[in-house]
C-alpha cells in the first residue's frame, strides 16, 4: 500500500472553509459529508448555526450533497434528516461501497463527486480507493472514552509525520 493513499487532495481546517471557489477549482459539484467531527462533534446531534449556514450556501449554489457515515442508522438518520440531506449509514469506509452508493445517489459523474471527511484510515483512505477527490479536515474535537479511536489517531500521528517528512 503506497503513502499516497493516505494524503488527500486538499485539506481544510473546518468544513465551513470550504467554498465555492475551491469546489471550482477542484472540478466538485456534489459532497459526501462525513458526520461525526465533520458537521458536529462525536455523537452530537447539535447542528451550529455556522455549519446550517454553510450547508444552504451549497444547496443554493446547486451543490449535490449527501451524508456518508460509519456510525449507526439511529445515530445518522435523525442527524441527516436536521440537515434536509438524505444520508447513508453504516458506510464501512473505507470500503469504496458507502461512497459508490452515494455518488450515485447525488447523479454526477465520480469525477465531480468530493468526500469530505476528518479521519485517515476512513475518509482519506476510502475515497483514494474510491478514486475521487478528497478535501480532510481537522476534527472538531478530539474523541473522549473511545480506546479504538485513541488508537486510531495514534496511527493518524504517525502519517501525519511521515507526510510532514515527505512535504519538506
Ligand atoms: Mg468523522
Not at 438518520?77 to 469506509?93: D, N, Q, Y
Not at 472538531?140 to 488508537?151: M, N, S
Request: proline letters at 4%; charged letters at 25%.
Amino acid at each position: 500500500m503506497t503513502m499516497s493513499l493516505f494524503y488527500p487532495t486538499v485539506y481544510k481546517n473546518r468544513v465551513t472553509d470550504i467554498t465555492l471557489q475551491d469546489l471550482e477549482q477542484l472540478g466538485v459539484r456534489g459532497l459526501l459529508l462525513d458526520v461525526d467531527n465533520t458537521l458536529t462533534t462525536h455523537g452530537s446531534q447539535e447542528l451550529s448555526e455556522d455549519v446550517r449556514r454553510w450547508l444552504e450556501t451549497m444547496k443554493q449554489a446547486g451543490i449535490a450533497l449527501t451524508v456518508v457515515s460509519n456510525s449507526w442508522e439511529w445515530r445518522v438518520a435523525p442527524f441527516a434528516t436536521k440537515l434536509g440531506l438524505r444520508h447513508i449509514s453504516l458506510s464501512c469506509k473505507p470500503s469504496p461501497f458507502g461512497f459508490l452508493r452515494g455518488i450515485h445517489r447525488l447523479k454526477l459523474p465520480k469525477r465531480e463527486c468530493a468526500a469530505v471527511g476528518d479521519q485517515v484510515f476512513t475518509d482519506i483512505l476510502g475515497a483514494n480507493l474510491c478514486g475521487i477527490t478528497c478535501i480532510q479536515l481537522q476534527p472538531i474535537a478530539l474523541e473522549t472514552g473511545k480506546p479504538f479511536l485513541a488508537l486510531r489517531r495514534k496511527w493518524e500521528r504517525k502519517i501525519y509525520a511521515k507526510r510532514k517528512e515527505r512535504e519538506t
